[in-house]
């Protein structure tokens, strides 16, 4: 069974840094395309970041330079290293293997202060 764990939010001000993890069983970060996601208020889900087997990492316009995605194939972890934070950062972040399109953990709060 697919199991998603995110961790690792909080209130930061503006400017500021977070890093989210996200512990999952059932998966294998290794050769599965992991993602981030993220929903705000009132808008739609968003993909944030992705990384594939091979290491190739996509992002979206808004976060490119300043967010980075990585993983762990030991502790089979993924992580999302966000920099020079922005309110409009704030949202609920979620990890996701894009394989199991119906898995998604219960995701972790952001908020950005300005």
């Known amino acids: 069974q697919v199991q998603l764990v995110e961790s690792g939010g909080g209130l930061v001000q503006s400017g500021g840094s977070l890093r989210l993890s996200c512990a999952t069983s059932?998966?294998?970060?290794?050769?599965?395309?992991m993602a981030w996601y993220r929903q705000a208020p009132g808008k739609r889900r968003e993909m944030v970041a992705s990384?594939?087997?091979?290491?190739?990492?996509n992002y979206t316009d808004s976060v490119k330079g300043r967010f980075v995605i990585s993983r762990d194939n030991a502790k089979n972890m993924v992580y999302l290293q966000m920099n020079s934070l922005k309110p409009e950062d704030t949202a609920v972040y979620y990890c996701k293997a894009l394989r199991y399109s119906n898995y998604w953990g219960q995701g972790t709060q952001v908020t950005v202060s300005s």
């Open positions: 990384i594939a087997a091979f290491g190739r990492t």
């Open positions: 059932g998966v294998s970060v290794r050769i599965d395309t």
